[in-house]
């Protein structure tokens, strides 16, 4: 599928990335922030979505890596690794939201890919600073039942490299105490209550991200 982006233009079909349920509308987003991209721009590098923010989390993302602004879409994930083809091309990724039924999308500035030995045309920034994205939530594996032990099967996706993840078990939703390991054994307290974990992804600098994994069936 082609579309183009801006001056560009884009359409294409996209796997969507979920962010979680909102009845939020775009009207209360103050106004059209801008997606960026992190990485060099050699053949060979990957480069990275540095998320766009907006001043309302939509309820939807999809991402549209395009070349040249136009034709067919190369990628829907968050990177994209440049190729032969993308030399002396220039290379947009276009961030598609919704909140709610409404839509709205942002571009990035081109990139221009280029041989690794060739000079550049824009410098690819030493660090990009950007609060982790949970974009598929963690996940319990084990058997509720006192005695038996739970653990993280997935802490989840995130974007954004270089965090660190920490754990924190819940009983009903609340904090307990000392389980903030990625296992937990269930004790007599456990009884009739659902557990989840809550994964927190941190880096200095930058504020704490969480993302809670779906409770468990009631422990016997």
Not at 184 to 197: E, G, H
């Amino acid at each position: 599928m082609k579309k183009l982006v801006g001056a560009f233009g884009v359409t294409a079909v996209a796997a969507a990335l979920l962010i979680g349920p909102s009845s939020v509308t775009r009207a209360e987003s103050a106004q059209v922030p801008n997606v960026a991209v992190a990485g060099s721009p050699a053949v060979g590098s990957t480069l990275q979505v540095v998320p766009a923010a907006w001043g309302t989390p939509p309820t939807r993302r999809v991402y549209e890596w395009l070349r040249d602004g136009e034709g067919d879409v190369l990628s829907n994930e968050p990177t994209y690794t440049l190729t032969d083809d993308d030399v002396g091309h220039t290379m947009v990724v276009v961030e598609r939201v919704w909140f709610g039924t409404t839509e709205d999308e942002t571009s990035s500035a081109p990139v221009v890919a280029a041989e690794p030995s060739a000079p550049v045309a824009a410098p690819a920034p030493a660090e990009v600073l950007a609060s982790a994205v949970n974009v598929r939530r963690p996940t319990v594996k084990g058997s509720p039942k006192v005695g038996k032990k739970l653990a993280v099967r997935s802490k989840g996706t995130w974007t954004a490299p270089g965090h660190r993840f920490t754990y924190q078990w819940l009983r009903n939703g609340k904090v307990i105490k000392k389980a903030t390991r990625t296992t937990y054994r269930l004790t007599a307290k456990d009884r009739r209550k659902k557990i989840s974990v809550r994964v927190s992804a941190s880096r200095a600098g930058l504020p704490t991200v969480s993302a809670t994994s779906s409770r468990t069936k009631a422990v016997r």
